[in-house]
């Protein structure tokens, strides 16, 4: 069976250069894949911001959304119309108290991993906390049973297990960016790497 397809020049609007087409949904992970239960699981926020800490209720307390978004991994693989259920990023960002100097964030993650993002990127209205993949709960290897997805930037952006957000006044770079991976990636502007 072929997993992945070059997409045809009618996808060139969604697919970006360089991607290949996935038949089903590769899993992608540094290191071990944390096992949290919902009872167990907390996210925190830090920096410039209030200190808070929201339960696995506190975040279903939250409006919910379905959203269906084109995904774009940096090791050129895409996966067309996934369909997930989550909170709207600015959703969960109206709750806070973010002082005006923070202009990035830092996402930290179960297993310690990090990736960053300017609060631009990251307060937009097509990125969510995922919870729910196709229908059914996110599972473990997908980054459940919470994570971001952050649809306009290749998916290292869209940490898995999130556990934390750090508000800063300058950009700090994250695992991926400091192992010489680009600080924004943008699929269709190819930054993949550092330097581009």
């Not at 070059?6 to 609007?13: H, L, S, T, V």
């Not at 911001?49 to 339960?55: I, N, P, S």
């Not at 975040?59 to 090791?75: E, G, I, K, N, S």
Request: net charge negative; glycine share 8%; aromatic share 14%.
């Amino acid at each position: 069976m072929k997993y992945f397809e070059k997409p045809g020049p009618e996808m060139r609007d969604r697919v970006p250069p360089g991607q290949h087409l996935a038949k089903g949904f590769p899993v992608l992970t540094y290191g071990d894949t944390p096992q949290i239960a919902r009872t167990d699981w907390k996210l925190k926020t830090w920096g410039l911001v209030e200190r808070q800490t929201f339960t696995w209720d506190d975040m279903m307390a939250l409006p919910q959304q379905d959203f269906t978004a084109d995904f774009h991994c940096v090791t050129t693989w895409s996966k067309l119309d996934v369909q997930w259920t989550g909170i709207p990023v600015p959703e969960f960002l109206a709750t806070l108290q973010i002082q005006p100097t923070a202009t990035h964030v830092m996402l930290h993650c179960f297993g310690d991993y990090t990736t960053n993002l300017t609060l631009e990127d990251f307060n937009r209205p097509e990125n969510f906390f995922a919870h729910t993949l196709s229908g059914e709960p996110l599972p473990a290897d997908h980054g459940g049973p919470l994570r971001v997805v952050v649809p306009h930037l290749y998916a290292w952006k869209s940490a898995k297990w999130i556990s934390g957000i750090e508000f800063l006044p300058q950009e700090n770079l994250g695992f991926w960016e400091r192992n010489g991976y680009h600080r924004r990636g943008e699929p269709f502007a190819e930054e993949r790497y550092a330097g581009r």
